[in-house]
C-alpha cells in the first residue's frame, strides 16, 4: 500500500480550523478566468495540476479523464478558429439588447493562456469494470468534471487561474485532436497566471447573470 495507507485505530488525519480557513478562501477567490498572463507555469506546479486529477473520486473508481497538453501552435489556432465560429453562432441566438451584451463578454483566454488541456472523457473503460454506471452513464463525464474542479481549485492555492471553455463543438474537437473513438470531448482548460483576481465572477459583474445561492430544501 501506499504512504495514505488506512491503519486501523490510527494513522487518523485531522485538520486544523485554520486550513480549514484557507480551504474556504481558496473556494471565495477562485474564478473561471479568462485574462491570463504570458508567464510560463514551471513544469513542477504542472506536475501538482497533474497529481491533483490523481486525487479526485470518480465512479467505480475508473479515471475516466483523457487529458491533452496542446502546445502545437497549430492545434491551439484550430481552437481558436473553432471557439470563433461556435461564439459567433452563439451571439446570433441572442436578440437586441441581451445579444449587444453577450458580444462584449469575453468568453476564453485562448490568445494569451500559457498552458492549455483538451480534456475527453473515455465513455466505455474497462476500468472500474461498470461499477456505478450500469444506471447512470452520465456519472463518467460527472468523474471528469470532478478531476477537472480538483485541478481548478489546486491551481488556485498555486496562484494560477484555470477558465474552461465549452463553446465548442464537441464532435469537431474530437476530430481535431483525432482520439480514440469512445473518447467524448469534456472541456477545453486555459491555464496561468490571471492578469487581476476577483472574490466575484466576471458574469456577476456584467450584469449577465447574477450570483443566486444555492438552496437546501428540506422534506
Ligand atoms: C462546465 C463549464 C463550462 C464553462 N464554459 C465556459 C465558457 O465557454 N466560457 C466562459 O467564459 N466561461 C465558461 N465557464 C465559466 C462559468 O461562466 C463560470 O464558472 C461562472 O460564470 C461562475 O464564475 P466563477 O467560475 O468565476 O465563479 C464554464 C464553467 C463550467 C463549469
Not at 513542477?44 to 479515471?63: C, I, K, W, Y
Not at 441581451?98 to 469575453?106: D, R, V
Amino acid at each position: 500500500m501506499g504512504k495514505a495507507e488506512h491503519r486501523p485505530g490510527g494513522g487518523l488525519m485531522e485538520f486544523t480550523p485554520q486550513q480549514a480557513a484557507t480551504l474556504a478562501e481558496i473556494m471565495l477567490w477562485r474564478r473561471d478566468v479568462r485574462h491570463f498572463l504570458a508567464d510560463p507555469v514551471p513544469e513542477e506546479v504542472l506536475e501538482r495540476l497533474r497529481l491533483a486529477m490523481d486525487h479526485t473520486p470518480s465512479v467505480g473508481n475508473a479515471r475516466p479523464w483523457r487529458v491533452i497538453r496542446v502546445e502545437s501552435p497549430n492545434l491551439r489556432a484550430a481552437v481558436r478558429a473553432e471557439f470563433e465560429r461556435c461564439n459567433q453562432n452563439a451571439a446570433a441566438s441572442y436578440e437586441g439588447e441581451q445579444a449587444a451584451a453577450y458580444t462584449k463578454l469575453k468568453l476564453a483566454g485562448l490568445d494569451a493562456a500559457p498552458v492549455q488541456l483538451a480534456v475527453f472523457t473515455e465513455t466505455d473503460p474497462e476500468a472500474g469494470h461498470r461499477l456505478g454506471r450500469a444506471t447512470m452513464e452520465l456519472t463518467l463525464q460527472q468523474s471528469t468534471a470532478m478531476a477537472i474542479f480538483a485541478l481548478w481549485l489546486t491551481a488556485r492555492a498555486e496562484n494560477l487561474g484555470v477558465g474552461a471553455v465549452s463553446i465548442l463543438e464537441p464532435r469537431v474537437m474530437e476530430r481535431l485532436f483525432r482520439v480514440p473513438e469512445r473518447w467524448e470531448f469534456s472541456a477545453y482548460l486555459c491555464i496561468g497566471k490571471p492578469a487581476f483576481t476577483d472574490d466575484t465572477p466576471l458574469l456577476h459583474r456584467a450584469e449577465w447573470q447574477r450570483n443566486e445561492e444555492t438552496v437546501w430544501e428540506r422534506r
